[in-house]
């Protein structure tokens, strides 16, 4: 695996080249506490944003067991870290200059509801994270600017990371908040499921027993 500082060598080198250069910083590169990779580069300026994942080890993410393992709280916890790690992203997004989406920084903007987002995933057994998100590479016209795809990698990006993906960063006392109300909607969907289940049950031996409900042959 690369380091850090390769990537940083690479982007000086193709600085003020032709935009197709940025293609030569696809791949992984070690940074001090998470693995960023480089997915997808985009063609031009102007097309659909670069795709880049951070990976995050779970014993250093240091999330709790008790937020992991169930299914409920895991997704649960994840979709509270998109959001979170999206307030702090918006914040940069566009300071970094240029043509075109230069200077993106975007994640998926969930709605209303709790659900599993390819965003953010996060391993049952582990606590490993995989955090998605879409950077627009830096350029003036079509050409790169290195400077700017710098900062947005090793300045604003290293800070999001820092405060939103590991646990001893975030706000303790809201992710224990997330963690009870996805308990609790859990319970009541198991109670309802319970429920439903009887009342067929009972429906089924009424119309069993009720000769207006036997079938005519």
């Given at each position: 695996m690369k380091r850090a500082e390769d990537l940083q060598e690479i982007l000086r080198r193709i600085d003020h080249k032709g935009y197709p250069a940025y293609k030569d910083t696809a791949g992984a590169y070690q940074f001090d506490n998470y693995v960023l990779h480089i997915d997808h580069v985009q063609g031009d300026p102007f097309a659909s944003p670069s795709k880049i994942s951070i990976h995050v080890d779970?014993?250093?993410?240091?999330?709790?067991?008790?937020?992991?393992?169930?299914k409920h709280t895991r997704t649960a916890l994840a979709d509270a870290l998109i959001r979170t790690f999206g307030k702090e992203?918006?914040?940069?997004?566009?300071k970094a200059k240029g043509s075109g989406k230069s200077g993106l920084m975007s994640v998926s903007r969930p709605g209303q509801e709790i659900l599993e987002r390819s965003a953010c995933e996060i391993a049952q057994d582990s606590g490993s994270l995989i955090f998605r998100m879409e950077v627009g590479f830096p350029a003036n016209g079509r050409t790169i600017q290195a400077g700017e795809l710098i900062r947005m990698l090793f300045q604003f990006l290293p800070v999001c990371v820092k405060k939103s993906l590991f646990y001893k960063n975030t706000d303790q006392e809201y992710l224990r908040k997330v963690k009870e109300l996805a308990q609790d909607q859990h319970h009541i969907r198991e109670q309802l499921k319970e429920k439903i289940w009887w009342h067929l049950w009972r429906t089924v031996r009424y119309c069993r027993g009720n000769p207006a409900y036997r079938t005519v042959r």
């Open positions: 779970g014993k250093k993410a240091g999330f709790p067991a008790d937020m992991i393992r169930p992203v918006e914040s940069y997004s566009h």
